[in-house]
């Protein structure tokens, strides 16, 4: 790993958006420079057209489409639903990209609800038609007609920031508007996208068991992204067991294995096998981090923990940069015991890296 990642990290934490940016692009390693151009993108969130030619830079599409749509939900959360639409489009993963759509409808859905009107111009919120195609269905409770949007709902109350949903004042819901059990039957696109919505709205109405069946008979890596929400959803209900379950069905899970370490931040024996899982460079440091500031200083355990870094001159370069960023935090906070951790893990570093100097 380029140790110049974590320098673009400490550079956005400091504002410096712009420097960040210029380290980022310094970066030769393809993989890491694109996760950098993901960070100064989500930095620079309030400047949209900014934001996405920095994003477009993002070579690997898997990155860029997670970019896009962190984007998209910045851009939502601020209400700014035009440009979360456009960088919502720009996704070219069909999952992701109707995850996004989803995102803006909702951020959509409590916007004009909070306004506490009776109808809201497409004009008011400068979207089109064509908007309104991309955002529909639209949340329960929501009606558009003759460029108006008219809320005949509430806002239903759950935990979570974005835990939101729209339900109808009336008992009956309008007719047609949940959609009939589907039906596997082959690769068809159509069909892939059609049964990934029905999973969706199980998962928003609480079925997660229901949801969790039909996702396990989709191809990849529509199953995965699916079973992934799933297991969060149980982990956020305080199911741990069933979420640990669906985290061994997966081959890769970013936000599942995060979330169990954090569940589990004392068990050093789970966390190199959750970190298995996670290949968001940043989340794999930071969780190395913290538990270096706790336990002290465990070559095995950085070892076993450390799996991107192949070989000795990396894995020393790797731990000579942690400690340094942990040196910046003792002095910030005058906290002794930090430094000290920060000394023997410089160390530890510069043994490793001379070690590897000297066989080669």
Do not use: C
């Amino acid at each position: 790993m380029d140790t110049k990642l974590l320098t673009v990290k400490s550079l956005l934490a400091e504002r410096k958006r712009e420097e960040a940016l210029n380290i980022a692009e310094d970066i030769t390693d393809r993989y890491w420079r694109d996760y950098a151009f993901k960070w100064v993108a989500e930095a620079y969130a309030e400047n949209p057209e900014r934001a996405l030619e920095i994003a477009q830079r993002i070579v690997a599409p898997t990155i860029r489409d997670e970019a896009l749509r962190s984007l998209s939900y910045l851009f939502s959360k601020a209400g700014n639903f035009k440009a979360a639409l456009e960088a919502a489009r720009m996704i070219t993963n069909q999952f992701t990209r109707k995850k996004a759509f989803r995102t803006v409808s909702n951020y959509l859905a409590k916007s004009i609800i909070q306004k506490g009107v009776s109808e809201v111009r497409l004009s008011e919120l400068d979207l089109t038609d064509r908007d309104i195609e991309d955002l529909k269905p639209l949340p329960y409770g929501l009606a558009y007609k003759d460029g108006k949007i008219m809320p005949g709902a509430k806002i239903l109350p759950i935990k979570g920031e974005m835990k939101m949903g729209i339900i109808p004042r009336f008992e009956k819901r309008l007719e047609g508007r949940t959609p009939p059990k589907p039906v596997f039957a082959g690769e068809n696109t159509e069909k892939t996208e059609y049964v990934s919505e029905y999973i969706l709205k199980l998962i928003d109405g609480g079925d997660l068991e229901g949801a969790r069946k039909l996702a396990k008979g989709l191809a990849e890596p529509m199953r995965s992204a699916l079973l992934e929400e799933i297991g969060m959803r149980y982990l956020k209900r305080g199911n741990v067991e069933t979420a640990e379950k669906i985290f061994e069905e997966l081959v890769r899970a970013d936000m599942l294995g995060a979330a169990l370490i954090g569940v589990h931040p004392e068990d050093e024996n789970r966390i190199p096998y959750y970190l298995s899982k996670v290949y968001n460079p940043a989340t794999r440091l930071l969780v190395i981090y913290e538990a270096t500031k706790r336990k002290g200083v465990r070559e095995d355990f950085l070892r076993r923990t450390l799996l991107w870094a192949t070989d000795e001159w990396k894995l020393g370069r790797i731990l000579k940069f942690l400690a340094f960023e942990m040196l910046n935090e003792a002095k910030r906070t005058g906290d002794d015991g930090l430094r000290k951790t920060s000394k023997s893990l410089f160390e530890l570093g510069k043994r490793i890296e001379k070690g590897s100097l000297i066989k080669s």
